[in-house]
């Protein structure tokens, strides 16, 4: 009796919306569920494109994995964690961003039964933490290392990485002519890690295979004042300035103020601030320099200035574009023009402005350090262009992780068939619920051949019949074998030249076997109401110390529900200061 007595306790602020148990399980995984398949659609060379207007207006068409995850704008707790694998993917590999999030829906998809029928979810957890290890351990004894060829050879070998990265993009009726344009550029930087050395210039109009590499630094004319059309516009190994000072005519010092005890001295202030300029420009044009970029402006009197000594100047030059410069020119940007010596000072063996679409270009070319590139790209709408540009990236992404890590897989559903494959064998050989867990599991890396064939339209049913025919066999020879995506059929992905980096795949069942692990192992979901009335409030408050503090005083007008009429606050207002 007295334990019925005993008051309630409330550990939580009323209102807290709280879900657990099972409910709450089968609830996120159903909302992870809805998530891929938005991009289910989009994998292989046969994906669909999504189109997403945002509320600004903006109108985004692609089909990369991580793009779509990032502008979908998802609110669900547990389904951001598969925007955080996509964007982790993405930033690591480069590639892979749609087949990360397939695999986390289907692995938690697969799990659903299980704990539909009460099994615990940490046993799924240990049994799918050691499938991934299990894997990854096959992924790494499948590949095939391209270490050790001569430099035209794996030239050839990077490029079919790439051309695979391609094929499932817009731009993938151009793959060859993009891949090999990818791979020349990564091999320009050389051992260099940083992207921004790779710049990519867009510019509307013409087709796609008007696109072009520099191999050097290329950016569109900046701002140009009156007298830059006398300066020259091509130069033959010219010395090239840079600069982060502003090269015009102002008052050195703002707000200043000079007391004058004669007319006449005025005079001189006005001239000491030409001078200044004109030794600025002085110290430029004896530094030997034919060619000068400044971040900062270069104004009118400065480029005149040049273009009577047949020097070339740029001002508001992006700060991306001139370190690009500085590093294949082999220049360093300087703060101040004393003292130019000239170790600062870059070079190159062609500089020339050149019209490309209805743009105009400037382009270093044949750099002595050449640790630099650009690709400069044409395409019809800039919606197609942006695309383009994504697809590029993941492209140069791949092609780095090949060079770094230079062990490449088949690809087209071919190594997710042959791990699903070791993992069924692996699991029979277990006792025990893990058994079904691990079986799961493989069935559930059966979702990339299977989503390829349905994308492109084809049986899937029949297709995968055939690869675990294939891939049964004692031989081992049709470990290789995936979806032959022209034909419909099966085929050697390795003699077709489909393939992917190891590392791609590695990083891909790692973080979906994490994501899904992550939410098989949340049980409960505490969610704390918004103090609405609270924020209101705090709001109401700062605008009535705003409009009052001047006078001293506030008033704090509220109303029983919270909103007044015009008419109302006017009579509040009135009282308030009767009474006051």
Known sequence: ??????????????????????????????????????????????????????????????????????????????????VDIAKSQDSEVGDGTTTVVLLAAEFLKEAKPFVEDGVHSQNLIRSYRTASTLAIEKVKELAVSIEGKSVEEKKGL?????????????????KEFFATMVVDAVMAIGDDDRLNL????????????????????????????????????????????????????????????????????????????????????????????????SRLAIGDLATQYFADRDIFCAGRVAEEDLNRVAAAAGGT???????????????????????????????????????????????GA?????????????????????????????????????????????????????????????????VIPRQLCDNAGFDATDVLNKLRQKHAMQSGEGASYGVDINTGGIADSFANFVWEPAVVKINAINAATEAACLILSVDETVKNPKSESAQGDAAAGAMGRGRGGGRGRDYNLKSPNGALSLQNQEQALESAFLKS
């Open 382 to 446: 800039d919606q197609f262009i942006e695309e383009a540009e994504r697809s590029l990236h993941d492209a140069i992404m791949i092609v780095r992780r090949a060079v770094k890590n230079s062990t490449v897989v088949p690809g087209g559903g071919a190594i997710d068939m042959e791990i699903s494959k070791y993992l069924r064998q692996h699991s029979r050989t277990i006792a025990g619920k893990s058994q079904l867990f691990i079986n799961s599991y493989a069935k559930a890396l059966e």
């Open 158 to 174: 990077l490029a079919k990485c790439a051309a695979t990265t391609l094929s499932s993009k817009l731009i993938g009726g151009e």
């Open 198 to 293: 790779i710049g990519i210039k867009k510019v509307p109009g013409g087709n796609m295979r008007d696109s072009f590499l520099v191999d050097g630094v290329a950016f569109k004319k900046t701002f140009s004042y009156a007298g830059f059309e006398q300066q020259p516009k091509k130069f033959l190994n010219p010395k090239i300035l840079l600069l982060n000072i502003e090269l015009e005519l102002k008052s050195e010092k703002e707000n200043a103020e000079i007391r004058l005890s004669d007319p006449s001295q005025y005079q001189s202030i006005v001239d000491a601030e030409w001078n200044i300029i004109y030794d600025k420009l002085d110290k430029c044009v004896e530094s030997g320099a034919k060619v000068v970029l």
């Open 1 to 82: 009796m007295a334990s019925m007595m005993q008051p309630q306790i409330i550990l939580l602020k009323e209102g807290t919306d709280t879900s657990q148990g099972k409910a709450q399980l089968l609830s996120n995984i159903n909302a992870v569920t809805a998530v891929g398949d938005v991009v289910r659609t989009t994998l292989g060379p046969r994906g669909m494109d999504k189109l997403i207007h945002d509320d600004k207006g903006s109108v985004t068409i692609s089909n990369d994995g991580a793009t779509i995850m990032k502008l979908l704008d998802i609110v669900h707790p547990a389904a951001k964690i598969l």
């Open 333 to 379: 940007v300087q703060t101040s023009v004393n003292n130019i010596i000239p170790e600062v000072l870059g070079t190159c063996e062609i500089f020339e402005e050149k019209q490309v679409g209805g743009e105009r270009f400037n382009i270093f070319s044949g750099c002595p350090s050449g640790r630099t590139a650009t690709i400069v790209l044409r395409g």
